[in-house]
């Protein structure tokens, strides 16, 4: 499978925190659903990283969206935890979001929904490179 992930998706596969697994998953995702590959967007929507408005009162807040493909969710997950623990741009983004008073799972629902964005775009630059 680390092979076939190779051939067909070298930029996704290129992202840190990127395996052959999470690769596959967030292929598999796609090309069972290339209609909602159209935009950023809905490829967010369709992961499970878009955000749903959560706020009351005088409260703004956002949560992620419990709808979607779980698997991809779940690869967005693994990419973030990676990104987490050893990317200095990622801590140094948590940091900066902790100190706006932002919780563990908002911060790691924005870096999903950057994430989301990031791997969008490589899969479709792979698919045109394929074409």
Same mark, same amino acid.
């Given at each position: 499978?680390?092979?076939?992930? !190779? =051939?067909?998706?070298?930029?996704?596969?290129? *992202?840190?925190?990127?395996?052959?697994?999470?690769?596959?998953? @967030?292929? #598999?995702?796609?090309?069972?659903?290339?209609?909602?590959?159209?935009?950023?967007?809905?490829?967010?929507?369709?992961?499970? !990283?878009?955000?749903?408005? !959560?706020?009351?009162?005088? /409260? /703004?807040? +956002?949560? @992620?969206?419990?709808?979607?493909?779980?698997?991809?969710?779940?690869? @967005?997950?693994? =990419?973030?935890?990676?990104? *987490?623990?050893?990317?200095?741009?990622? /801590?140094?983004? !948590?940091?900066?979001?902790?100190?706006?008073? @932002?919780?563990?799972?908002? #911060? #790691?629902?924005? +870096?999903?929904?950057? =994430?989301?964005?990031?791997?969008? +775009?490589? #899969?479709? /630059?792979?698919?045109?490179?394929?074409?």
């Amino acid at each position: 499978m680390a092979n076939l992930v !190779a =051939i067909t998706a070298p930029t996704l596969k290129s *992202l840190k925190g990127v395996g052959p697994d999470v690769a596959a998953k @967030l292929l #598999i995702t796609a090309g069972d659903n290339p209609e909602r590959m159209r935009n950023e967007v809905a490829f967010a929507a369709l992961c499970g !990283a878009s955000p749903l408005d !959560a706020s009351s009162g005088k /409260q /703004q807040r +956002h949560r @992620l969206n419990r709808g979607g493909d779980r698997r991809a969710n779940n690869a @967005l997950w693994t =990419i973030a935890m990676v990104r *987490l623990s050893n990317d200095p741009r990622t /801590q140094d983004y !948590a940091k900066r979001r902790t100190r706006e008073r @932002l919780t563990k799972g908002e #911060i #790691i629902r924005c +870096h999903k929904r950057y =994430i989301a964005r990031e791997t969008h +775009h490589a #899969i479709l /630059q792979d698919l045109n490179r394929l074409t």
